[in-house]
């Protein structure tokens, strides 16, 4: 079964579009952009969107590539304390020469959608946060919308007889998992809170010797290293969930053999992006106008 990231997308977005018109709440949202990466811009655009058709205003601050670190940290402090501004995000992956994780710490808790700063990792590594970060709360939106128990049988109310089999063989025991990649807005977040949900997680990185031995045994698998056809048929197993937010499956074959899958289309893209907008609504909801 294909997982539809547009339609929990929607359902995210229509719950937030109320929550504003109940509220009178206008919000804005700032995404900061260096360089000309044309990828991110897309993906700006994505949010622009979806922020605007619910009512958020949404403002874009480019910069250019060559930017030093001491001027993009000034011109995020003046963005961040624009008492209008009510979240920023900056989109990754910035240049090399600039300090990633600084500059990322100039944006203040409150307005930190993306959880991405030190006190707000923090937070979430330590269960305290608000709110969770937009691929994380993506992931838990696919779980809740298909049914996924970590801590018990799958997919109740699935069809499909491949992964509804696998389920009930599975039933009486947590999930393994596999996670490729152990980058900061994925691999790292997603395993503390699979980890956290009752899952044993084995993550694979590049140094992993023979992966494919991990992942054909993981009850689930979920990507986000940015390398197409990283996953291929032989290392799924049958009835395996597989999420894959860095297009690294080779989805046309890997589809074939899932029980529950991402297309490279209209998957967690749009679940992410609506997952930034709803942080953006939580967080919000505590600070006073």
Do not use: C
């Not at 046309?252 to 679940?271: H, Y």
Request: no cysteine.
């Amino acid at each position: 079964m294909i997982i539809d990231g547009r339609k929990i997308a929607r359902k995210i977005l229509e719950e937030i579009k109320e929550k504003l018109q109940k509220s009178g709440r206008s919000l804005r949202l700032a995404a900061v952009l260096v360089g000309e990466n044309q990828e991110l811009k897309k993906f700006i655009e994505l949010k622009k969107k979806a922020a605007e058709k619910i009512g958020i205003e949404f403002r874009t601050y480019e910069f250019p590539e060559d930017i030093t670190n001491n001027k993009l940290r000034r011109e995020l402090n003046k963005i961040s304390k624009v008492k209008t501004t009510h979240g920023v995000i900056i989109e990754l992956p910035l240049p090399e020469h600039l300090n990633t994780q600084s500059l990322l710490n100039t944006i203040p808790e409150e307005k930190d959608v993306d959880v991405l700063s030190e006190k707000s990792q923090g937070k979430f590594f330590t269960n305290r946060s608000k709110i969770l970060p937009p691929a994380v709360e993506a992931m838990k939106q696919i779980f809740e919308e298909y049914k996924i128990d970590l801590k018990g049988p799958d997919a109740k109310g699935i069809e499909d007889p491949r992964f509804a089999n696998y389920a009930l063989r599975r039933a009486n025991r947590d999930k393994t998992a596999a996670v490729f990649g152990y980058g900061l807005l994925v691999g790292k977040l997603v395993s503390h809170w699979l980890v956290n949900q009752g899952a044993t997680v084995s993550i694979i990185t590049e140094y992993t010797k023979e992966p494919e031995k991990i992942s054909r045994e993981a009850d689930m698998i979920i990507s986000g290293v940015g390398k197409s056809n990283l996953i291929t048929e032989n290392m799924v197993k049958e009835g395996a969930v597989v999420i894959d937010f860095g297009r690294d499956v080779d989805f046309k074959n890997v589809s074939k053999k899932a029980g529950l899958i991402t297309p490279p289309v209209g998957g967690v893209g749009p679940i992410v992006v609506a997952a930034v907008l709803k942080n953006l609504v939580e967080l919000s909801s505590s600070r006073k106008y």
